[in-house]
């Protein structure tokens, strides 16, 4: 009888300690569920070059200029970024004192295979009817182009690219006299080299050619061609590019503004690029 109480008292006093016994257990946080990261970003840059090249040909009368850009972005799905841009740069010909692309898109990704849709406005701000030779008076010399820039990515140090861009344009931009189409068709490549540097800096070849075409009396197809060196640290990259054309400086029109505008030179230019999500 007396074993019974005795095991009645001390299940009855493990019962009472049992709660003390769990309040002074350590609790663990319940952690909230991670919230989804946002589909909208907005990508932005600035870029200082030795001479602003497009297609070969200098856009600043070989002498340096300053661009930017941003960028919104919408990644509908995984395979799937619908995006709108505007980028900027200086000038130093007489019709336009700066050059502002807007543009807009889808870019596709299934899998190693890239593929960017869409359409771009080259604006040239207060160029007509304000500006001078080498364009016939009251000419606009802005112009847009659809484009398709597909690329492969073959391993982690080899992607090929190409572009294809065109437009009928009206007798704007590159269309001087009695020309309704223009554009260009390229291929490009992007080598990541296998040198080792300090504090992550990667290096890359970024060779590209391409041919640059319009249907206007006076206008001269050419082809061009470019090879650049990349140094990237972080969102800074220094891009050392050598470019060269088919036509020097014989293009028409060229000549009026400036000597040598589609020759051959070296160009160097320091750009950063990042975003909002990156800066989180």
């Known amino acids: 009888m007396n074993k019974v109480v005795l095991s009645l008292v001390a299940a009855l006093v493990v019962s009472a300690a049992a709660p003390a016994f769990a309040a002074d257990m350590p609790v663990k946080a319940v952690k ?15 870029a200082f ?53 807007i543009s807009g898109g889808a870019r596709l990704t299934f899998g190693n295979f890239g593929l960017d849709l869409g359409y771009v406005y080259y604006d040239y701000p207060g160029s007509s009817p304000f500006y001078t030779a080498p364009f016939p008076a009251g ?16 391993n982690d140090w080899l992607t090929i ?18 020309s309704k189409n223009e554009g260009y068709y390229s291929g490009n490549a992007v080598i990541t080299l296998p040198i080792p540097l300090p504090y992550g800096i990667t290096t890359s070849l970024n060779p590209e050619i391409g041919r640059q075409w319009a249907s206007c009396t006076g206008c001269t197809d050419f082809t061009y061609w470019d090879v650049g060196l990349d140094f990237v640290y972080k969102a800074a ?42 800066l989180k």
């Open 32 to 46: 909230a569920p991670l919230a989804a990261p946002s589909p909208w970003d907005i990508a932005f840059g600035v």
């Open 49 to 101: 070059t030795t001479d602003y090249r497009l297609r070969g040909v200098s856009q600043s009368n070989r002498k340096p200029a300053v661009q930017g850009y941003f960028e919104l972005d919408y990644t509908a799905t995984d395979w799937l970024k619908l995006y709108a841009g505007l980028w900027g740069s200086s000038l130093s010909y007489a019709y336009a004192s700066a050059e502002i692309d």
């Open 139 to 154: 000419t606009n010399v802005s112009f847009g182009d659809f484009y398709a820039k597909p690329s492969y990515k073959f």
């Open 161 to 178: 690219g190409g572009t294809i861009d065109g437009g009928n344009n009206n007798n704007n931009g590159v269309n001087i006299v009695g």
């Open 237 to 278: 990259t220094l891009d050392l590019r050598y470019w060269d054309t088919s036509i020097r400086n014989s293009i028409a029109g060229l000549n009026a503004v400036g000597t040598q505008a589609a020759g051959s030179t070296f160009v160097a230019t320091l750009k950063f690029d990042t975003s909002f999500s990156a």
